[in-house]
C-alpha cells in the first residue's frame, strides 16, 4: 500500500526500514505517550520485529511514515471482532524530530480514509493519554470528535491515568 500524500508518504513497511525506525522510536518522549508493548530502549531488532510482523498480516494495517526517503514513524489500525467488526482503533507514532509540522494530521486523516473504505469500517476510535494534547489535537484536526473520558483506565509510568475516547464515524 502507499499513499503519496503532500507532507508525507504512508506506505507498506520494507526491511531497509529497520534501521531509521529505531533510530527514530528510541526516543523516552514518543514512549511516554504510546502503550507499554511499545519497547523503550528501542532497538534495531525490535524494529525488525515489527517489521516482520506487519509483513506477516493476512490484511495489511501497519504502515511506515515515510518522510523524505526516511521510515520515521508508524500508524497501525486493528480491526476489532465480533459485533465489533465494523470498528478499529488506530494507533501511531512520529519521530519527535517532526513533531509540530501538520504531518501526523495528514497521516491521520488519509490512513482514516483508506480503512474505512479498504475495510468497510463505521468507526475508527483512538483513546489517547488525557495529557497528550498534541494527540488529542491531531485527531481532531483529522475529523474525530470527543466522545468521553476513561478516569484512571491506564498506567503509565507508574502513574494512574486517564484517557480519552476520540472517534471518527462514517455517517
Given at each position: 500500500?502507499e499513499?503519496?500524500?503532500?507532507?508525507c508518504?504512508?506506505?507498506?513497511?520494507?526491511?531497509h526500514?529497520a534501521?531509521?525506525?529505531?533510530r527514530?522510536?528510541?526516543n523516552?518522549n514518543i514512549?511516554?505517550?504510546?502503550?507499554?508493548?511499545?519497547?523503550?530502549?528501542?532497538?534495531?531488532?525490535?524494529?525488525?520485529?515489527?517489521?516482520?510482523k506487519?509483513?506477516?498480516?493476512?490484511?495489511?494495517?501497519?504502515?511506515?511514515?515515510?518522510?523524505k526517503?526516511e521510515?520515521?514513524?508508524?500508524i497501525?489500525?486493528?480491526?476489532?471482532s465480533?459485533?465489533?467488526?465494523?470498528s478499529?482503533?488506530?494507533?501511531y507514532?512520529?519521530?519527535e524530530?517532526?513533531w509540530?509540522?501538520g504531518?501526523m494530521?495528514?497521516?491521520?486523516?488519509?490512513?482514516?480514509?483508506?480503512?474505512?473504505?479498504?475495510?468497510?469500517?463505521?468507526?475508527?476510535?483512538?483513546?489517547?493519554?488525557?495529557?497528550?494534547?498534541?494527540?488529542?489535537h491531531v485527531?481532531e484536526?483529522?475529523?474525530?470528535?470527543?466522545e468521553?473520558?476513561?478516569r484512571?483506565?491506564?498506567?503509565?509510568?507508574?502513574?494512574?491515568?486517564?484517557?480519552?475516547?476520540?472517534?471518527?464515524?462514517?455517517?
Amino acid at each position: 500500500m502507499e499513499l503519496q500524500l503532500t507532507t508525507c508518504c504512508v506506505r507498506s513497511l520494507r526491511d531497509h526500514d529497520a534501521l531509521s525506525l529505531a533510530r527514530h522510536a528510541n526516543n523516552r518522549n514518543i514512549w511516554l505517550n504510546l502503550r507499554d508493548g511499545f519497547p523503550n530502549p528501542y532497538s534495531l531488532e525490535d524494529a525488525q520485529l515489527y517489521i516482520r510482523k506487519a509483513q506477516a498480516q493476512n490484511s495489511e494495517t501497519l504502515f511506515c511514515i515515510d518522510v523524505k526517503g526516511e521510515a520515521v514513524g508508524s500508524i497501525g489500525f486493528f480491526v476489532q471482532s465480533d459485533i465489533e467488526r465494523i470498528s478499529a482503533e488506530i494507533g501511531y507514532w512520529l519521530s519527535e524530530a517532526y513533531w509540530g509540522r501538520g504531518i501526523m494530521t495528514e497521516v491521520v486523516k488519509a490512513t482514516t480514509d483508506y480503512a474505512v473504505q479498504s475495510f468497510h469500517l463505521h468507526r475508527i476510535y483512538a483513546t489517547p493519554f488525557a495529557d497528550n494534547k498534541a494527540s488529542c489535537h491531531v485527531l481532531e484536526k483529522a475529523g474525530y470528535q470527543l466522545e468521553g473520558r476513561l478516569r484512571k483506565s491506564a498506567i503509565k509510568n507508574n502513574e494512574i491515568i486517564d484517557k480519552l475516547m476520540y472517534a471518527f464515524v462514517v455517517c
